[in-house]
């Protein structure tokens, strides 16, 4: 089944304890993204990545990092988390067919930073 | 740059009325429109989406939605609401030409709740 899975999908932490929330993509695609969704702001662009080793900042990269060291894998990585990025975070991949190709989006992982 | 506005935050609709929910987009050529849906606690389902071709488009369980390039809309309907459709939706504007990564642009959300 084509899909795209994130882990955890539920993490509580503290102020500063550095933490990483994988995403995996099945589909061999080659775009893929994060994004935060906050209420009355929906989903923000963190960060995207457009093929291995190729990374670069979305609309809302601070305090982030991610890396793109396998095709399938694209981690959020947040060094020294803090209470302000409390979020609902998504992994989404595309592929690279058409002038536009559809999001497919993982399940979510709930944050919060105490 | 490209930007989303979904102007109602709550709608509460009745068992069995029909339902219209707003998007407006700002794009400079002709965009790549989407609705999602999310239930409490869930991920995002894609309901339709918009690409050239028919302005009506239908979606999954009988939604469709309206493209009107005069006024920058791309309005979401159903015409008999069911319970299950208690949920938070949102419209959502795709990057052309591949940029940045296929970026997605969301509007805030219109949370809807069904009264019986």
């Known amino acids: 089944e084509a899909q795209v899975t994130q882990n955890p999908r539920y993490l509580i932490t503290v102020t500063g304890k550095k933490l990483t929330v994988t995403c995996s993509q099945n589909?061999?695609?080659?775009?893929m993204s994060w994004y935060r969704q906050d209420p009355g702001l929906g989903l923000r662009q963190i960060y995207y990545?457009?093929?291995?080793?190729?990374?670069d900042k979305g609309d809302v990269p601070e305090g982030y990092k991610v890396s793109r060291k396998e095709k399938r894998n694209f981690p959020l990585i947040l060094e020294s988390p803090s209470p302000n990025q409390t979020s609902l975070y998504f992994c989404a991949s595309s592929g690279t067919s058409g002038n536009y190709n559809e999001q497919f989006f993982g399940p979510g992982t709930r944050l919060t930073v105490l | 740059a490209q930007s989303v506005t979904q102007p109602d935050i709550h709608i509460t609709v009745s068992e069995g009325a029909s339902l219209e929910l707003r998007c407006n987009y700002s794009y400079g050529a002709t965009p790549y429109l989407f609705w999602y849906v999310q239930s409490p606690g869930q991920g995002l389902q894609l309901l339709l989406k918009y690409f050239s071709g028919d302005i009506l488009v239908q979606g999954i369980e009988g939604f469709e939605a309206e493209f009107k390039r005069s006024q920058s809309s791309f309005n979401l309907r159903r015409p008999s609401v069911h319970w299950s459709d208690a949920a938070e939706y949102f419209c959502a504007v795709g990057a052309h030409r591949k940029a940045a990564g296929n970026k997605l642009t969301f509007g805030g959300g219109t949370r809807v709740l069904v009264k019986p």
């Open positions: 990545s457009m093929n291995v080793e190729v990374t």
């Open positions: 589909m061999n695609h080659e775009y």
